[in-house]
């Protein structure tokens, strides 16, 4: 089933009608495409292994995963086409291509498909913002935001870390566990392809080796990322972009003005599927990429200004939606010069307000909790790159970063068990019981990671352990993030 119009109820232009006919898929188009897009990416990839067996220099590889990157991104905008169900006419070869794109991209189909449709009836409005997004808040709600909040904003909306961190935390690690709302079928996505990356990832480890694997994997799957956020950023980041509040959303205007026409060099433009005509799948997500650009010469009234790359990256400082001028803004123009000047952190008084502040509602449970919860993951990504890349110092930093979590999760046990008693007056909730049991186990799995580094030396049987127990700690600590937050939630 093709995926409907997020205006289908409203009224809609004349013209609208006439893009109907676009939405209607081509199988030859589409296996002409997954052939010149899946065989070159299976080619470079070979090619890459080929490159690691003949010890060819790694930026030789790397020149190759560029190359490489570019396919998958291709292939990742086949799998977008596929949940909207506009790929293919048979809803069957649609879910087909869909998982097994899905697991070349490291995207369960089912759970994206789900987000990406909430992203598609929501776009534009601000009282539904937060899901399938990047989070983007108003001036005001900046403005009135703690001033850690505003830090952790900063964050996020950085380019290091949208662009750096970013992808390898999305596709390597966030997708390996469903979105927040998800039913079975989601869930039943996300376990399959994980089972399949790991069935690949075991194949790889049992021929061309774990190394060779993740040294051509890795890089490949981290550069089409980096672009894939980059163009889902700009698709709804830029200057003059609409925004309206839920009573007031005009569908067509979140489509024409709320998405971007990033208009792309011919070569970019195949590489990309097309996907720069984003302003015209918003106005009608059946139709298939393939299609995009012939609607789009039929249908003058959806020629709206285009974004060159020159001009998108201007929209890298803007931050904030301007609700009162309309569009975005960058912090300084929406009159804020940075967090510390807003809340006077620079000033006598205001570091002393600032310290009295924080020490009002400092909670160590939920500062030593979230101290694990950045320790695990980062220790897990770091043994993974020392893995790839034979790095003995990546690797001790990983037992370094064990070592202060092993001193810390006592520290969050007890501090929660306090927090128990006296904020929740003991309550025996199975939530607090959960979290009980996995601290315990995340205070196992971590010990008996750092043991079996300390005491068994290199032996394969310790590294095993050790690899296995690192990397389970991973979701435990979300699991522990997730009842974390379903308690901060309960008590707002």
């Not at 609208?16 to 296996?31: C, E, I, L, M, N």
């Not at 690949?200 to 956020?229: E, N």
């Not at 919860?373 to 770091?382: C, D």
Request: with cysteine; glycine share 8%.
């Amino acid at each position: 089933m093709t995926t409907e119009s997020p205006f289908r109820h409203a009224a809609k232009p004349d013209w609208y009608a006439q893009t109907a006919r676009f939405a209607r898929p081509d199988p030859g188009k589409a296996k002409l495409q997954l052939l010149n897009t899946l065989l070159p990416y299976v080619l470079v990839l070979n090619l890459m292994f080929l490159s690691i067996h003949l010890h060819v220099p790694y930026a030789i590889t790397l020149g190759l995963a560029v190359i490489g990157a570019a396919y998958l991104v291709r292939i990742f905008i086949i799998f977008h086409d596929c949940t909207h169900g506009s790929f293919l006419p048979s809803p069957r070869a649609n879910r087909i291509i869909g998982y097994i794109t899905g697991i070349l991209t490291f995207t369960p189909f089912d759970d994206w498909r789900r987000t990406h449709a909430v992203h598609h009836v929501t776009a534009g409005d601000l009282d539904r913002r937060g899901t399938g997004d990047i989070r983007t808040l108003t001036v005001e709600e900046y403005r009135e935001a703690s001033f850690f909040k505003r830090l952790g904003y900063r964050l996020y909306r950085s380019p290091l870390v949208m662009f750096g961190l970013g992808p390898g935390w999305v596709f390597l690690l966030r997708n390996r566990f469903p979105f927040r709302g998800w039913k079975r079928r989601d869930l039943y996505s996300v376990l399959f392809t994980n089972i399949a990356l790991l069935t690949i990832i075991s194949a790889a480890s049992a021929t061309v080796g774990l190394r060779a694997y993740a040294a051509v994997q890795l890089p490949v799957l981290l550069i089409a990322a980096t672009v894939g956020i980059w163009l889902f950023y700009i698709q709804h980041n830029f200057r003059g972009i609409y925004w309206a509040r839920h009573e007031k959303v005009d569908p067509i205007r979140v489509a024409l003005e709320g998405a971007s026409y990033y208009k792309l060099p011919r070569l970019l433009q195949w590489f990309t599927a097309n996907i720069g005509f984003h302003h015209l799948h918003h106005i009608r997500p059946g139709i298939p990429n393939y299609r995009l650009q012939e609607c789009f010469e039929a249908t003058p009234q959806v020629h709206v200004p285009p974004l060159t790359i020159r001009k998108s990256l201007s929209s890298l400082s803007l931050k904030l939606i301007d609700e009162e001028n309309g569009g975005m803004v960058g912090f300084t123009s929406a009159g804020i010069a940075s967090t510390a000047d807003a809340q006077g952190a620079f000033t006598l008084n205001g570091l002393r307000g600032l310290l009295v502040d924080i020490w009002n509602v400092f909670l160590l449970h939920a500062v030593v909790a979230h101290v694990n919860n950045g320790l695990i993951p980062a220790a897990a990504f770091l043994l993974l790159l020392s893995i790839a890349t034979g790095d003995v110092y990546l690797e001790r930093t990983v037992l370094h970063l064990l070592l202060i979590a092993l001193c810390m999760i006592p520290v969050s046990f007890f501090s929660g068990i306090l927090d128990w008693r006296r904020k929740f007056h003991g309550a025996r909730a199975p939530v607090f019981f959960r979290k009980i049991w996995l601290t315990v186990s995340l205070f196992l799995l971590v010990g008996s990671a750092a043991m079996a580094r300390l005491s068994f030396g290199q032996s394969a049987f310790s590294r095993w352990i050790y690899a296995g127990c690192v990397f389970a700690s991973f979701p435990v600590v979300v699991l522990l993030g997730h009842y974390g937050a379903k308690l901060a939630s309960a008590r707002k």
